[in-house]
Nanobody, 121 residues
């Protein structure tokens, strides 16, 4: 499975972005998720969605501002980010987990290359 993330960019505080991640190859991922790594910080869990879309989990820090969704027909997962803050500046990664739900990056089997989101104040 290869993942390709896109949609990052420079945006002002309060703005919005929609990140996309498309998968190619054998796609049998139970969970698709987004993580981010800010400057000088460890990579952190943002959100994940189950294969059916019925189960979704968010990190507390992004609840109410971030929305994850997936389109299995397009082999894609999306992250809508609203009300952006400077502390949201980070490289955002999509990832695929073929097993059980987890917020731990070590449990994810496949990773995209990351897309940079920069929020100016």
């Amino acid at each position: 499975v290869q993942l390709q993330a896109s949609g990052g960019g420079l945006v002002q505080t309060g703005g919005s972005l929609r990140l996309s991640c498309t998968a190619s190859g054998r796609t049998f991922s139970n969970y698709l998720g987004w993580f981010r790594q800010g400057p000088g910080k460890e990579r952190e869990f943002i959100a994940a969605v189950s294969r059916s879309g019925a189960f979704i989990s968010y990190a507390d820090s992004v609840k109410g501002r971030f929305t994850i969704s997936r389109d299995n027909a397009k082999r894609a997962v999306y992250l809508q980010i609203d009300s952006l803050k400077p502390e949201d500046t980070a490289v955002y990664f999509c990832a695929a987990n073929t097993r059980l739900f987890s917020k731990t990056d070590r449990q994810y089997d496949y990773w995209g290359q990351g897309t940079l989101v920069t929020v100016s104040s």
